[in-house]
T-cell receptor, first 114, second 114 residues
Framework: NAGVTQTPKFQVLKTGQSMTLQCAQD?????MSWYRQDPGMGLRLIHYSVGAGITDQGEVPNGYNVSRSTTEDFPLRLLSAAPSQTSVYFC?????????????FGPGTRLTVL | AQTVTQSQPEMSVQEAETVTLSCTYD???????LFWYKQPPSRQMILVIRQEAYKQQNATENRFSVNFQKAAKSFSLKISDSQLGDAAMYFC???????????FGKGTKLTVNP
């Protein structure tokens, strides 16, 4: 099992550009989520999905879109990048939506918006 | 909204000694789960230990143990026989029973001195 994979590992964008951060898991996990990590802020939930075709907003959803067409993939889209979106982004998955389940994290994507 | 507070931005410990990282949380729920995650310089998020609120017994995983004080809403992590590989950011996290949203504290950076 590759676990949770994220691409790219690093990305530099200019303000206004769009891009998609890819996330995939091969563990047949039902639940997937995206977090951003900023210095001194911990991890904050952006969007999450409890299954294919179902997504919902987390704590900081503005400026980001998601979709979940398959169980394996959960891409995060930035439609018009802003410097405030400079951050490290983590994708995570867990077996089910049950709260006690461990979330497995990908290696992260460091995004810089100039 | 639930909040998680880690009051120690940085801590240090001598190799082979014991250190305790603090975490408090605010919730009105009776059913919830608490986690400690470790993030080494590699950036990978790793689950260290998990505690179910309905269990009175404190969780233990090898050199890692917690002191769970439900009435005080406190969830501290004790690391015994500290090793150089324990140096990392440590995040406390909370999720309410039935919720899909994991809430993180801002983290504590642990340095282990040889």
């Amino acid at each position: 099992n590759a676990g949770v994979t994220q691409t790219p590992k690093f990305q530099v964008l200019k303000t206004g550009q769009s891009m998609t951060l890819q996330c995939a898991q091969d563990m047949n996990h039902e639940y997937m989520s995206w977090y951003r990590q900023d210095p001194g802020m911990g991890l904050r939930l952006i969007h999450y999905s409890v299954g294919a075709g179902i997504t919902d907003q987390g704590e900081v959803p503005n400026g980001y879109n998601v979709s979940r067409s398959t169980t394996e993939d959960f891409p995060l889209r930035l439609l018009s990048a802003a410097p405030s979106q400079t951050s490290v982004y983590f994708c995570a998955s867990s077996y089910s939506r049950q709260s006690y389940n461990e979330q497995f994290f990908g290696p992260g994507t460091r995004l810089t918006v100039l | 909204a639930q909040t998680v507070t880690q009051s120690q931005p940085e801590m240090s410990v001598q190799e082979a000694e014991t250190v305790t990282l603090s975490c408090t949380y605010d919730t009105s729920e009776s059913d919830y789960y608490l986690f400690w995650y470790k993030q080494p310089p590699s950036r990978q998020m790793i689950l260290v230990i998990r505690q179910e609120a309905y269990k009175q017994q404190n969780a233990t995983e090898n050199r890692f143990s917690v002191n769970f004080q439900k009435a005080a809403k406190s969830f501290s992590l004790k690391i015994s026989d500290s090793q150089l590989g324990d140096a990392a950011m440590y995040f406390c996290a909370y999720i309410g029973g039935g919720s899909e949203k994991l809430v993180f504290g801002k983290g504590t950076k642990l340095t282990v001195n040889p």
